[in-house]
């Protein structure tokens, strides 16, 4: 438990702070167990052959960040690593794990920023709208992540793995999310288990630096995006490197140009 | 899909310290990941069929067979695309890229981003075929690592591994429990999926995203039973004293003996020689021409 002279802690600790508290280290536990066990099976229906599988797990670390906040992002980080354990695990899984982590970590962090006091489960437009967002934010950092570490490890290109991410990611978010957070969100709250309830002493940062946060988070995901297909597509050579660098598999440009967003990406979520 | 792979056989590869296989499943990545050329590859692959072979651990290799053909063919139709470097064998012609362009507009630091105008083709080459053959095996051969390492480790090894390489005690124990917890949900699942069928529920009706939603009734029942055992298993470890900063002690312990030494001391060696073919470019797939 956490002692009284610790409380106070900002939100940039949440993930630290987590661990202090048995009961997120339960729900993270129950968090990646859920996520693996419905991994696992989809393991044999692949999406992309040798690239990725379908996916319909990756519904799942929506709905737990939204509900049990850092254990959540550290659930949905174990648990994609439980379930690389059944389908090859690599060094690029590395970058799988805080991909993982980062999807588990903006949805409820985002929504923090644009939610407003509004429920997840609301179903005004504006709600929908501000849902769409935060699941577009986490799945576009997390598919930066995975492709630009797959990439610089020269395992597979970022456009290939890019894109089939963001897709798969949203498909479930989209699809089957919002219909288990409808069904869990408001017994989760009845029940006094979501994060806000287990751990009161987080504090929040000002509203305005939340904002910044959002802005660089939003820009910097899109740049590496962009960028990274750009890049490992062949389809835009810049000029300002050296000709020598610019030939397949496109590791130097992608570590050169594609990472500096992706820093840019975490410092806004740090503010945020 | 099997949830477990851990085969039982006591041979010398079951009982080594859980740091060395861990330490093992980093060695088998490093020296993979420096070497391109299949063949540079072939001698690594030799060394998990012999262990394979040791530890009886073929069984799971047949049940994945099917994935590592897809892993290899696939990874390798990938880079013959993505990797077009060298003299052309043949050209395969795909389609003809229309020109794109934006502009950034920031005064003096305006840009135009320009693409496309071209015709886009397929160049195979002797190197691409070379590289995208041997990203296949290479992935191919990450799959056997991690085959090889669930066949002969537990799971309670493989935590007590993670301990000793300084992953803080209540991250371990979270990846314990979770891989406890796993068969436990499948089976709920299964379950649920039985009695909603036996109701004449059918999950076979409509498209393949159709299909995955009908589960959302089977995923809402067993979320809502993993919470239900999550305050009291919160309790529980509290009763047992979770809560306190300093490390528990385990009925479980490893002593380091010869047969360990040895094999970190064929690890290390391994790793070496993977890192020297890479530096001597032995390990690469020649000069592109």
Redesign the interface.
């Known amino acids: ?1 956490i002692a009284e002279s610790e409380t106070g802690f900002e939100s940039t600790s949440e993930l630290r702070l987590m ?1 202090r508290n ?2 997120m ?6 968090s ?3 996520y ?3 991994l ?2 989809f ?2 229906v ?1 999406l ?4 990725t599988e ?1 996916r ?1 797990a990756n ?2 670390p929506i ?1 737990c960040s939204f509900l049990f906040g850092p254990a959540a992002a ?2 949905s980080a ?2 994609n ?2 379930g ?8 690029g899984d590395i970058f799988g794990f805080f991909a993982n982590l980062v999807y588990g970590w903006i949805p409820y962090k985002v929504w923090q920023v644009i939610g407003r006091g509004e429920s997840p489960v609301a179903r005004t437009p504006s709600a929908i709208l501000k849902y769409v967002i935060a699941c577009l934010a986490a799945s576009v950092l997390c598919a930066d992540l995975v492709g630009w570490g797959d990439n610089l ?5 970022f ?2 793995l890019g894109n089939v991410i963001i897709f798969n990611n949203m ?1 479930s978010a989209l ?2 999310a919002p ?2 957070l409808a ?2 969100y408001p ?2 709250k009845k ?1 006094r ?1 979501l994060y806000e309830d287990m751990m009161p002493e987080v504090k929040r940062r000002p509203m305005a630096i939340r904002i910044v946060g959002f802005s660089m988070l939003i820009a910097g995901e899109t740049g590496a995006w962009l960028f990274g297909n ?1 890049l ?2 062949g ?2 050579m810049p000029t300002f490197l050296p000709a020598a660098m610019m ?3 496109y590791d130097k440009p992608i570590a050169i140009i594609v990472s500096p967003f992706i820093l840019l990406a975490f410092a806004g979520l740090f503010l945020m | 899909m099997p949830i477990y792979l851990y085969i039982d056989r006591g041979t010398f590869v079951h009982r080594l310290h859980p740091t060395v296989k861990v330490f093992a499943l980093f060695v088998m990545f490093w020296s993979v990941y420096w070497v391109d050329n299949p063949v540079a590859l072939l001698p690594v692959g030799l060394v998990m069929l012999w262990i394979a072979q040791l530890t009886g651990s073929w069984p799971n290799f047949y049940r994945l067979r099917w994935l590592f053909a897809i892993l290899i063919f696939t990874t390798s139709m990938m880079w013959l695309v993505f990797y077009q470097l060298g003299e052309p064998l043949f050209t395969i012609s795909l389609f003809y890229m229309n020109p794109h362009s934006f502009s950034v507009p920031l005064g003096r630091f305006s840009h135009t981003f320009r693409w496309g105008g071209h015709p886009v083709a397929v160049n195979v080459t002797w190197q691409s075929i070379k590289f995208g053959f041997g990203r296949g095996i290479k992935l191919a051969e990450l799959l056997a690592t991690s085959v090889l390492f669930l066949s002969t480790t537990k799971i309670e090894e493989f935590t007590y591994g993670l301990q000793r390489m300084r992953v803080p005690y209540r991250v371990g124990f979270a990846i314990s429990l979770a891989f406890r917890l796993v068969p436990l949900f499948i089976d709920s699942a299964v379950t649920i999926v039985d009695a909603q069928r036996l109701r004449g529920y059918d999950f076979n009706q409509g498209g393949p995203f159709e299909r995955i939603r009908r589960y959302v009734p089977v995923v809402i029942p067993v979320f809502m039973g993993a919470l239900r055992k999550a305050n009291n298993m919160a309790m529980a470890l509290e009763a047992r004293g979770f809560g306190y900063t300093h490390e528990p002690t385990t009925f479980i312990e490893y002593p380091v003996g010869s047969a360990d030494i040895a094999a970190f001391a064929a690890l290390i060696a391994l790793g070496a020689i993977y890192f020297l073919l890479y530096y001597t470019g032995v390990g690469g797939i020649g000069p592109v021409k």
């Open positions: 438990m661990w048995t009961r280290v339960v729900l993270c536990a129950i990646a167990a859920l693996a066990a419905v696992v099976p393991k044999v692949p992309i052959p040798g690239v379908l319909p519904a799942i709905v550290w659930g174990i648990g690593m439980i690389d354990f059944f389908g090859g695990v690599s060094p490890l020269v395992i597979r290109p456009a290939m498909a699809l089957l219909f288990i069904a869990v017994r989760v029940g288990m750009l490992s597509a389809l835009w030939v397949a598999p």
